[in-house]
């Protein structure tokens, strides 16, 4: 399926078909391995938790930072 082709569905159709991928995925039985440096960024950020060092904003000012 190209991307021409999605664009041509509706957007009920394109939910419903990611839906059913999500679906199918969860169902795989080989799983793909997360990056290291996932892992190095999670570290990172338990660690500023940790000491205190770590800043947080509201959902909605994430919203408004976006919006400028």
Do not use: C, Y
Not at 7 to 16: A, D, F, N, P, T
Request: hydrophobic fraction near 35%; glycine fraction near 2%.
């Amino acid at each position: 399926m190209t991307i021409a082709e999605i664009s041509k569905m509706s957007v009920i159709e394109r939910l419903q078909t990611m839906e059913a991928l999500w679906d199918s995925l969860t169902h795989e039985s080989t799983e793909i391995e997360s990056p290291a440096w996932h892992g190095d960024i999670l570290s990172e950020r338990k660690e500023k938790i940790k000491n205190g060092s770590a800043s947080f904003i509201s959902l909605d000012e994430l919203k408004a930072k976006n919006d400028k």
